[in-house]
T-cell receptor, first 113, second 112 residues
Framework: GESVGLHLPTLSVQEGDNSIINCAYS??????FIWYKQESGKGPQFIID?????DKRQGQRVTVLLNKTVKHLSLQIAATQPGDSAVYFC????????????FGQGTTLQVKP | EAQVTQNPRYLITVTGKKLTVTCSQN?????MSWYRQDPGLGLRQIYY???????DKGDVPEGYKVSRKEKRNFPLILESPSPNQTSLYFC???????????FGPGTRLTVL
């Protein structure tokens, strides 16, 4: 069945270090992927997205890498800051489908000062 | 400010007492959706709407109803709430199906 999973439930990093959050997806038909950040008491907030015709996309301090061969997605955060502490979700979508996003379980990023 | 709003943000109710959670977006988005978030289960889609008067079931629609009479509003209705509907609910919208979805702040519902 469809599933999107994250490799680690919790990731702890030192402030200023780079963070890498991983996600594995199972549906090879998925062609659109999004990373969301969810802070305590708030709704998921869009970080960055990537379509399946790309393997890398960069934003401000964030980079998403897509490896379709092994169905793997990663989010890299450069120079991690305390404000980056949150739960991060990857989500997948299939074009032509219902528009439903299939979410992974989430990784909690803890940034140590 | 472009946003998705939900009301109420918190609600404690009793089994069987009908309730409605409102959702409104001011971005003229066609696609709207409701999700519930539960520990260990992540976010799961309840219902979605591709446009006015067009709604359909998501993965966990049992016990819920929705309506889409206007483009901006997408209320979630629990006709007879039960304790297993205790959850954190999110409304989301996107310009088109399959695009980036913007989420509301969430409604924490407790059914006793």
């Amino acid at each position: 069945g469809e599933s999107v999973g994250l490799h680690l439930p919790t990731l702890s990093v030192q402030e200023g270090d780079n963070s890498i959050i991983n996600c594995a997806y199972s549906n090879s038909a998925s062609d659109y992927f999004i990373w969301y950040k969810q802070e305590s008491g708030k709704g998921p907030q869009f970080i960055i997205d990537i379509r399946s015709n790309m393997d890398k996309r960069q934003g401000q301090r964030v980079t998403v890498l897509l490896n379709k061969t092994v169905k793997h997605l990663s989010l890299q955060i450069a120079a991690t800051q305390p404000g980056d502490s949150a739960v991060y979700f990857c989500a997948e979508n299939i074009s032509g489908n219902t528009g439903k996003l299939i979410f992974g379980q989430g990784t909690t990023l803890q940034v140590k000062p | 400010e472009a946003q998705v709003t939900q009301n109420p943000r918190y609600l404690i109710t009793v089994t069987g007492k009908k309730l409605t959670v409102t959702c409104s977006q001011n971005m003229n988005h066609e696609y709207m959706s409701w999700y519930r978030q539960d520990p260990g289960l992540g976010l799961r889609q309840i219902y979605y709407s591709m446009n006015v008067e067009v709604t359909d079931k998501g993965d966990v629609p049992e016990g819920y109803k929705v309506s889409r009479k206007e483009k901006r509003n997408f209320p979630l209705i629990l006709e007879s709430p039960s304790p297993n509907q205790t959850s954190l609910y999110f409304c989301a919208s996107s310009l088109l199906k399959g695009g980036e979805q913007f989420f509301g702040p969430g409604t924490r519902l407790t059914v006793l």
